[in-house]
């Protein structure tokens, strides 16, 4: 599990779980694409000899409530 933690809080009022998510939901398609998870299961496999099932990444606010998560599957 990765966790990214705001240092500052993210004022979300007003919006509901769809629009955050949606909002979310792009920034870590372009985290897909950049830090290509793909090698990351490898690496991972390669370090440790165990197979990951899965990566979650999750968004945190300053105040330690889980504002988004996302899981990314192994696929090989």
Do not use: H, P
């Amino acid at each position: 599990m990765f966790s990214y933690i705001y240092e500052q809080y993210e004022n979300l009022a007003g919006l509901n779980q769809s629009e955050i998510d949606a909002t979310f939901a792009e920034e870590s398609d372009s985290l897909d694409t950049s830090a290509n998870m793909t090698s990351i299961f490898e690496e991972c496999e390669k370090a440790t000899e165990i197979t990951l099932k899965y990566i979650r990444v999750q968004c945190v606010n300053a105040d330690g409530t889980v504002i988004y998560s996302q899981d990314y599957v192994n696929t090989k």
